[in-house]
Nanobody, 124 residues
Framework: QVQLVESGGGSVQAGGSLRLSCEASGFTSASYCMGWFRQAPGKEREGVGAIDNGRSPQYADSVKGRFIISRDSYNTAILQMSTLNSNDAAVYYC???????????????????WGQGTQVTVSS
């Protein structure tokens, strides 16, 4: 059974940076797509980006050039966020599914496993 635990959320001033981590347990192989999503109050949960093993990560247009996703190990994904603004404030979730990240990485239904979420607050 796959479980995901996010960490690293918190409060930051606009223009600042934060680093989120997602550690997975129960992976039965190295071939898992790990995605990052976020949900602001009153809004739909949206894809931020996703990464699998050995290939370039994919990003939402809204975070390209500011956020970087990497794999620290086969079961740990990192979301490095820079130049944060108020639109980035949300609960951030890590999600995972077996196999490679495809062109529909941003679709929530692709991911059967989710973390509990971590809050990111951006103050002006």
């Amino acid at each position: 059974q796959v479980q995901l635990v996010e960490s690293g959320g918190g409060s930051v001033q606009a223009g600042g940076s934060l680093r989120l981590s997602c550690e997975a347990s129960g992976f039965t192989s190295a071939s898992y797509c790990m995605g990052w999503f976020r949900q602001a109050p009153g809004k739909e949960r949206e894809g931020v980006g996703a990464i699998d093993n050995g290939r370039s990560p994919q990003y939402a247009d809204s975070v390209k050039g500011r956020f970087i996703i990497s794999r620290d190990s086969y079961n740990t994904a990192i979301l490095q966020m820079s130049t944060l603004n108020s639109n980035d404030a949300a609960v951030y979730y890590c999600a995972a599914h077996r196999g490679w990240c495809g062109g529909t990485w941003y679709q929530r239904f692709e991911y059967p496993t989710w973390g509990q979420g971590t809050q990111v607050t951006v103050s002006s």
